[in-house]
C-alpha cells in the first residue's frame, strides 16, 4: 500500500504564490507518474500538473503554464509544485496523485487552496 501526504495549501491573495508538496511512502517501488489535480465547486476534476518520474518530461494544464512549475525529488518519494501569479480562478482543492506500475493509483484526501480576488 501507498499513501500520500500533502502540505502547503492556504489562503492567499491574488498575485500571490504557493508551494504544495506530496511524499509518498509505502511501496513506491515501480512509481512512474506522480502529479496534481484540482477540483473547483461544481466542476469536474482536472489534471494541473504531471512529472515522469523516470524521463521527467512534465505535463502542464493550458491554464496554468507559465505560472506553475512541478519538480520531483526520487531521493524522497515527492512531488513538489510552485505556484506563482495566482488567480481566483485557481481556487479548489488540490489532490495529490501517483501512478505505480503496473496498473495501481493512489490519491491524496486533497487541500484547499483558496486565492482571494
Known amino acids: 500500500q501507498v499513501q500520500l501526504e500533502e502540505f502547503g495549501g492556504g489562503l492567499v491573495q491574488a498575485g500571490g504564490s504557493l508551494r504544495l508538496s506530496c511524499a509518498a511512502s509505502?511501496?513506491?517501488?515501480?512509481?512512474?507518474?506522480m502529479g496534481w489535480f484540482r477540483q473547483a465547486p461544481g466542476k469536474e476534476r482536472e489534471a494541473v500538473a504531471t512529472?515522469?518520474?523516470?524521463?521527467?518530461?512534465?505535463y502542464y494544464a493550458d491554464s496554468v503554464k507559465g505560472r506553475f512549475t512541478i519538480s520531483k525529488d526520487i531521493a524522497k518519494n515527492t512531488v513538489n509544485l510552485q505556484m506563482n501569479s495566482l488567480k481566483s480562478e485557481d481556487t479548489a482543492v488540490y489532490y495529490c496523485n501517483t501512478k505505480i506500475s503496473p496498473r495501481f493509483e493512489y490519491w491524496g484526501k486533497g487541500i484547499l487552496v483558496t486565492v482571494s480576488a
Open positions: 512529472i515522469n518520474w523516470n524521463i521527467g518530461s512534465t
Open positions: 509505502g511501496r513506491t517501488a515501480g512509481t512512474w507518474l
